[in-house]
């Protein structure tokens, strides 16, 4: 069953992450994304490492260590930043996956759909750099 997208503890520390990291003049580290989003150190520690696979930040190791944005802010947008930690959103038609409805109109108004392409939408829009005015 298709389910309307849902901002979920990963991906809303991952985006504030970035933010902090986009605003940072130096390394900022685990310790001091946890302190400043309220975070699990292991559960951002989780997040951080599929940032860095993905491409997103770069990380040094080491007590002077931390995280530096690896792309301009401006060239990524927050559905990369989503899509990095929950996979592609994939807007679909029927929220039952069905081929053939059973009623001549949608129950649910084509409100699953709707909401994921605005949703998706938003998210694509805007790019971490107008974030930063947070």
Known sequence: MNKIVQLSE????AI??????????????VGMIAE???????????????LVKEGLVKSTRGPSGGFV??????????????????GPIVPTGCPLERQVCPFSKCLMGGIVNKTTVEIKK?????????????
């Open 10 to 13: 990963a991906s809303s520390i």
């Open 16 to 29: 504030h992450a970035m933010v902090l990291i986009a605003k940072s003049e130096t390394l900022i580290n």
């Open 36 to 50: 400043r989003t309220g975070s699990s150190r292991n559960h951002l520690a989780k997040v951080m490492q599929r």
């Open 69 to 86: 944005l690896a792309k301009n802010p401006a060239s990524i947008s927050l559905l990369e930043i989503y899509e990095c930690i929950e």
């Open 122 to 134: 938003y998210l694509s829009d805007n790019k971490l750099s107008d974030m930063l005015v947070y």
